[in-house]
Every structure is written in structure tokens, then in C-alpha cells.
């Protein structure tokens, strides 16, 4: 993926929508419409959801467009009559019309980016062709018809599109002057983001390719996930995908907007968290349990995160060990 592709974020976490968690349902409370080229864009939903471990939605459809981006976790989802695994960097376009179904793993339930979405062609008008109307008016009509293209199966999030659901978050935390235009913008450049997976059709079907950097991106947080109870190092990472520590290091910035040693210690945390909730184990057993061979070690750095011991984190959450239960490592 080119450079210029991809947009900076400054101190993420690998999961940096974590700051969405307690106002999920924030951005669908405003009654977002505007006008874009030809065509009036009014925002019927714009928020994270997590799903519960196995949880089900059932075939529905939409008159309007939804736009599905997958930020964490693992499920499937029927299309018409085709079944489709979901991952992280995903997303998939329901609608219009188009007869679905959702399911959320039970082992690594699924997190959710959803981008609803009446979009209603206009009226002619007359366009102010020096000041770029007409220019608008064409890229929206590309845009739109574009997303009419989209093929009917989970396609990568090649261009970061989900990312504008954070800067769009960020802005409503914010509430800076010019607030509906940048709101309007944020939407624009998720429609656009979403689409450019389609730039480089020219109508005859290409011999497919990953994007490296994010496929290797990609095993070295499966293997990490996998390995996270095991006293693993970015050497021993990098020699299991077979580039230099130096070059995974470079991934994980790019791909990850973090380093090696945040995204292990992510991992390791919120295995830790879900165990101080869901099971009455000592606290040294989970800390040596997940890589912590020296069990004193956790409590300064959970304490860092959390700004409690893990202890008080336990007494804290006693009795929300239930279905439903955002998974703890999504927090800050």
C-alpha cells in the first residue's frame, strides 16, 4: 500500500476505537444530512457496536445503504445465499435490497463500524462551474456509482476507511467551530476511502495479490495472540514470518500505529483482564499464565493502563461476568 495511502495517528493503540466504547451510540443521536454533488446524504446510524460471543442477526434488508467495517474479532455473515468469514480489516456493503445475515464468533466476538446510509439523487440545479461544483457534482456521481459496483463479498479495507469513524468521534468529543462541515467531510471520506478499492478495475478480472505489508502485519498478530502466554520476543516474531525485527518493528508502526512490545503487552492485558473478571484465580497464576514471569511486574504496568491494581479491577467488575459484557481490553 502507498505511503500517502495511509493516515498517521498519533500514540493509537491497536485498538484506538477503544475511545468509543462508553458512547457507542453517539454520533447516531445527530441528525447528520447534507447535500454532496447531486445527490442528499441523510446519516441513519454511524457507530461501534460489540457483539456478544455467538450472537445473531437475522436475514434482513435494507432499503438504504450500510456499510459494514470490522475493527476486531472474527465472525460471518450470509449474502443472499453465499457464506463469508469475517476478520479484522474487513467491511462489506448490505443494501440496497440486499437479503443478509450476521453471526458473531463465540471464541472472538466480533466488534462492528456501521455506516447507515439514505442517499437520494436531486433535482437538477444549476452549478457554479468556477468555484467547483461541477467538479463536486462529478467525483459524487463516481462516488455513488462506484458503490453501486461494489461486488457482493467482504472486501479489505485497503484505503482505512473505518478510520474516519474515529476522526469523526473525535470531532463530535471536540465540538470545534465548523463542526457540521468537518461531520460532512468525515462521511464524504469514508464513502470515498470505501471505494477506491475499485480504482484500479479496468473490467478484466486481476490475478490476485495480498498487500504484504498488511498480511504480514497480519501473522505477526496471529502469532502473537496465539503465543501471548509464552515469553516471546520481536526476533522470535519476525524469524516465524521470516522478515528482519527491524522490518516487522517498521510494520507495526504502519500497519498498526503502535510497536511490538504495546500490541504484545495489548494482548496480554486484556487476557489478564478477562480473567481477573471471569475466573477467581490468584493473581500470580494469571500473571505467570500470560507471560509475566516475574508476577510483580503486572502491577505496574496495569496500574499504567488502568490506573488501578489489578485487584481493585476485580472487585471493581465482580459480577459483570455475563453475555453482553464489552470485552475489557477495548477499554483505556
Known sequence: MPRNDRR????????PYARMVNRMDALDRLDLRFRWGGFGIRVLRCHLVAF??????????????????????????????????????????????????????????????????DIVPLGETELAEAWGDR?????????????????SVPLADRYHAMNGFLDAFRIWEDQPSGFYTLMKQEIVQILLRTVRVLDESDGKPAIPER????????????YIQDNESLPISLEQVAEAINISPRQLQRIFRSEGQTTFRDYLEHVRIGRICSELIHTEKPIEEIALSHGYANPNYLYPVFKNKFEVTPTAYRRMHAGEARPGRVSPDTYN
Open 8 to 15: 498517521s495517528t498519533v500514540n493509537a493503540g491497536p485498538f
Open 211 to 222: 498487500d504484504m505489508q498488511f498480511h504480514r502485519y497480519q501473522l505477526a498478530t496471529q
Open 135 to 151: 467538479l463536486e457534482a462529478d467525483e459524487a456521481s463516481h462516488c455513488i456509482d462506484a458503490l453501486n459496483r461494489l461486488p
Open 52 to 117: 456478544p460471543p455467538g450472537h445473531i442477526i437475522n436475514f434482513h434488508k435494507h432499503s438504504e445503504y450500510e456499510l459494514h467495517y470490522i475493527p476486531k474479532g472474527k465472525g460471518k455473515v450470509i449474502l443472499v445465499d453465499q457464506t463469508y468469514d469475517l476478520h479484522e480489516g474487513l467491511f462489506y456493503l448490505t443494501g440496497p435490497d440486499l437479503v443478509h445475515y450476521q453471526e458473531s464468533d463465540q471464541d472472538d466476538p466480533m466488534h462492528e463500524l456501521c455506516l447507515h446510509l
